[in-house]
């Protein structure tokens, strides 16, 4: 089994920035793609962004520019840098971690923190 467990969530101004940590413990796949998902009330979770382990970085179109992803493999945690944010980027911020494997894909996620900009 998988833990993730997120920290760094809270609440800002418009144009503000917030960074997400995300720790990943117990049978983890050195080969995963990790990332951040976020789900806005009454709104369907969506990508924010993803990275795999040799470091290969996808973004949504709406956070990019303006959002980073990075990784520590040595301490199986993801980052999320957040700059100029804006009252659309309120939401509950999920970290996942995938595990490829020859048929399938094993998904993992966080609790999810909360992530609110004032405008």
């Known amino acids: 089994q998988v833990q993730l467990v997120e920290s760094g969530g809270g609440l800002v101004q418009a144009g503000g920035s917030l960074r997400l940590s995300c720790a990943a413990s117990g049978r983890i796949f050195s080969g995963n793609r990790m990332g951040w998902y976020r789900q806005a009330p009454g709104k369907q979770r969506e990508l924010v962004t993803t990275i795999t382990s040799g470091g290969n970085t996808n973004y949504a179109d709406s956070v990019k520019g303006r959002f980073t992803i990075s990784r520590d493999n040595a301490k199986n945690t993801v980052y999320l840098q957040m700059n100029s944010l804006k009252p659309e980027d309120t939401a509950v911020y999920y970290c996942?971690?995938?595990?490829?494997?020859?048929?399938?894909?094993?998904?993992?996620w966080g609790q999810g923190t909360q992530v609110t900009v004032s405008s």
């Open positions: 996942n971690l995938r595990a490829t494997y020859p048929g399938r894909d094993d998904d993992y």
